[in-house]
């Protein structure tokens, strides 16, 4: 997409039925010079890049975009980055920072969740790339990854920009401190009690066991006649 390559020219598509554990699928597999895909994974990537040619608001903007899958590295508050950015387009007048996205749902309140949360902070993403490359805008165009492949666009609001910057600072003055100190602590490092999650109900599992073991006991007991 990115690219403007036929993206069928980029990938094998595994012939239908074919078992990779036979003689003639290995050697079919070892053969090939493109990454594998299965015809159904083929016709959803297609569909999705269909889908986002077609959406007209996605079409303008990737037209504008002249540099693809550039690298940047700069040095921010004494650390040095980088970031591969999907492109630089405009949006009117300013360059914008162009991210495609996909996601299971494109709809607003879900892809807002999906772009503060872990393991994507999207917005921390849009934060980097603007400090490593200048612009001031960002965008994305999200994907559905299903059929039937719906598009939407988004820029990211002011407090979701002041949300990415807090977290790249945070994640700048982590980073610094460990390495003054030369000690990079994991998530978790120390021993702890483990807790079952805070969704997760106890009490129905032991009203579930006290069932289980009452319709036992019904079981054990001889049927008596009439």
């Not at 594998?36 to 079409?59: K, P, Q």
């Not at 996909?102 to 892809?111: G, K, L, P, Q």
């Amino acid at each position: 997409l990115l690219e403007g390559v036929n993206i069928e020219k980029c990938f094998a598509v595994k012939p239908s039925g074919m078992n990779f554990a036979t003689r003639e699928g290995k050697a079919w597999k070892a053969a090939q010079t493109k990454p594998v895909l299965t015809y159904e994974e083929m016709g959803n990537m297609v569909g999705m890049v269909t889908a986002i040619l077609d959406n007209r608001h996605a079409r303008d903007i990737l037209s504008t975009c002249v540099r693809r899958e550039d690298i940047y590295t700069k040095d921010i508050e004494d650390v040095t980055c980088k970031g591969l950015i999907d492109a630089i387009g405009k949006a009117g007048k300013e360059p914008a920072i162009v991210e495609i996205k996909t996601s299971v749902d494109c709809r607003a309140e879900f892809f807002a969740k999906r772009a503060v949360s872990e393991p994507f902070h999207y917005d921390m993403q849009a934060a980097w790339y603007k400090t490593l490359c200048g612009a001031k805008v960002s965008c994305w165009i999200v994907v559905e990854n299903h059929p039937p492949w719906d598009v939407a666009v988004y820029f990211p609001s002011l407090d979701m920009q002041r949300s990415g910057e807090a977290k790249m600072r945070k994640a700048l003055a982590i980073y610094r401190a460990c390495r003054e100190l030369d000690r990079w602590p994991g998530a978790q490092p120390d021993p702890c009690i483990l807790n079952v999650p805070r969704w997760y109900s106890v009490d129905s599992v032991l009203a579930l066991a006290c069932d289980e073991t009452k319709l036992l006991q019904d079981a054990e007991v001889p049927a008596t006649g009439p």
